[in-house]
T-cell receptor, first 116, second 113 residues
Framework: NAGVTQTPKFQVLKTGQSMTLQCAQD?????MSWYRQDPGMGLRLIHY???????DQGEVPNGYNVSRSTTEDFPLRLLSAAPSQTSVYFC???????????????FGPGTRLTVT | AQSVTQLDSHVSVSEGTPVLLRCNYS??????LFWYVQHPNKGLQLLLK??????LVKGINGFEAEFKKSETSFHLTKPSAHMSDAAEYFC???????????FGKGTHLIIQP
């Protein structure tokens, strides 16, 4: 199993450009999510999905779109990049979530995005 | 409200000495609790998890954590630090948050030679 894969590893964008961060998992996990990590702020949830065709907003969804057409893939789209979106982005997947869920999250290696 | 508080943003220890990373939680039900480690420029990796089976949980690389309900704590310990332990550590609780997970803000562990 490759686990959770993310592409690209690094990306530099100019303000106003759009792009898609790719995320895929081969563990047949229903639950997938996107986080951003900024210094001193830990991980913040952007969007998540509990299954194909179902997505929902997290803590910091503005400026980002997601879709989930298959169980395996969960791309994150930046509509019009802004310097405030400079961050490291992590995709994660899990068998399940919810109250007292005991399933671990599997994280991808991250995408380091710089917006100038 | 559900919350996870990592009491130290930075911890510095000498190689070979014990490590203690502190985590307190607040939850209206019995949560599952996790510790993840993030090495520089890497993703997060699971160290250990508590799921109500046993209060003392052993993880990878010699780490362990004890769930104390009376103190609402889940501190991470290791008897003897190694240089390779230098990393960011996250305490995570199931329940709460839009996705059912609540993250602590992380503790940066520094190992002095």
């Amino acid at each position: 199993n490759a686990g959770v894969t993310q592409t690209p590893k690094f990306q530099v964008l100019k303000t106003g450009q759009s792009m898609t961060l790719q995320c895929a998992q081969d563990m047949n996990h229903e639950y997938m999510s996107w986080y951003r990590q900024d210094p001193g702020m830990g991980l913040r949830l952007i969007h998540y999905s509990v299954g194909a065709g179902i997505t929902d907003q997290g803590e910091v969804p503005n400026g980002y779109n997601v879709s989930r057409s298959t169980t395996e893939d969960f791309p994150l789209r930046l509509l019009s990049a802004a310097p405030s979106q400079t961050s490291v982005y992590f995709c994660a997947s899990s068998y399940s979530i919810g109250v007292a869920a005991s399933y671990e999250q599997y994280f991808g290696p991250g995408t380091r995005l710089t917006v100038t | 409200a559900q919350s996870v508080t990592q009491l130290d943003s930075h911890v510095s220890v000498s190689e070979g000495t014990p490590v203690l990373l502190r985590c307190n939680y607040s939850s209206s039900y019995s949560p599952s609790l996790f510790w993840y480690v993030q090495h520089p420029n890497k993703g997060l990796q699971l160290l250990l998890k508590y799921t109500s089976a046993a209060t003392l949980v052993k993880g990878i690389n010699g780490f362990e954590a004890e769930f104390k309900k009376s103190e609402t704590s889940f501190h991470l310990t290791k008897p003897s630090a190694h240089m390779s332990d230098a990393a960011e550590y996250f305490c995570v609780m199931s329940g709460g948050g839009a996705d059912g997970l609540t993250f602590g803000k992380g503790t940066h562990l520094i190992i002095q030679p």
